[in-house]
């Protein structure tokens, strides 16, 4: 195993929550057996959020988004899944959310819907790909996603996702994935702006969204750039790896491959502030703990990380030519 990758399999708190993640997602699918409306080989569930990453904690909830298809769909355009059919689904995973005490699902649920696999991919940079919210969807079922139900749809959209990416590459041996990466650079715009937005509402628990931009939001999309600098995304079959993998691990991949010594330490110590990250959040904190103390000690443990991120990318074994696209 390679050294930054053996790094983070060392570390016994987040491999403890991947674990304990991974059989939240059991109990997961084990429910969603019990019910003949998630049982649809036109439609998938999939975890996004932190169980999607694999870093859950006791406060976590379960952030759910459905893609479907059907060949109906491809030929007519008409809708893969009926509107009764979604009510069911819906039904189905509010019931799920409640035997296993999640939290309720945000919005008052507003954020439930199915998205058509095809729409997601033909709307890409069209003025509807951001007002239906395909963008977001998007970017979570590639980056920070786990299958709960139908996982051949699951496999099968993500691939066609990713080859539309990759659309231009066929048969270039000096491709570049800008199409991809200005996606990414594009989805972490939109999550700064989104913050602006949500600051400004006294509900809105505006600290905790904070914390998370400058954490995991960081982290699952950087490590993702990261990872196109590092020659880790050279085809949509390398790439598709690469959403199999968390962003953590794709962080350390992206490390491997890069391969600078000089980042091992500084790896290592990047690791443990996004525990404390985590820990925070799982101890329910970042919600209700607002004192001046709090806000220094993770002001202080958010710059580290985002240090951290900013060494890699200037590593000297990475092609400056390649980077000045993060840029420009």
């Not at 990318?313 to 000045?324: E, N, P, Q, V």
Request: proline share 3%.
């Amino acid at each position: 195993m390679a050294v930054f990758s053996k790094i983070l399999q060392d570390n016994n708190k987040l491999q403890d929550r991947m674990n304990r993640s991974r059989i939240k997602l059991g109990e997961l699918r084990s429910q969603a057996n019990n019910y003949e409306a998630l049982q649809n080989d036109r439609l998938s569930v999939f975890a996004a959020g932190s169980l999607g990453r694999l870093e859950t904690g006791e406060k976590s909830d379960f952030d759910v988004f459905m893609i479907c298809d059907s060949e109906e769909r491809r030929t007519s355009g008409k809708s893969s899944v009926s509107r009764l059919e979604e009510y069911e689904v819906f039904s189905a995973l509010i019931r799920i959310n409640e035997d296993l005490n999640y939290p309720k699902f945000s919005g008052d649920g507003r954020f439930l819907k199915t998205y058509e696999l095809q729409d997601m991919i033909k709307a890409t940079g069209s003025p509807q790909d951001d007002s239906e919210n395909l963008f977001t969807a998007r970017m979570l079922l590639l980056l920070e996603s786990q299958p709960v139900t139908n996982e051949e749809l699951y496999q099968r959209g993500t691939a066609l996702v990713v080859e539309n990416y990759f659309r231009d590459g066929l048969g270039r041996d000096n491709f570049r994935p800008l199409f991809l990466m200005n996606d990414l650079l594009r989805y972490w715009r939109t999550l700064c702006l989104n913050y602006e937005v949500y600051r400004n509402e006294p509900e809105r628990p505006w600290l905790k969204k904070s914390l998370n931009l400058k954490f995991s939001r960081k982290l699952t999309i950087f490590s993702t750039v990261l990872s196109l600098l590092a020659g880790r995304a050279s085809d949509s079959s390398a790439f598709l790896d690469l959403c199999n993998l968390t962003p953590i691990e794709r962080l350390a991949d992206a490390l491997d491959a890069i391969d600078d010594p000089t980042l091992e330490k500084g790896f290592s110590n990047a690791l443990g502030t996004y525990e404390s990250f985590l820990k925070a959040k799982e101890i329910g904190s970042i919600e209700f703990e607002t004192t001046p103390t709090f806000r220094k000690r993770h002001a202080d443990l958010a710059d580290r990380f985002g240090r951290f991120l900013h060494e890699a990318f200037d590593s000297h074994r990475i092609d400056g030519d390649l980077r000045r696209y993060v840029l420009i």
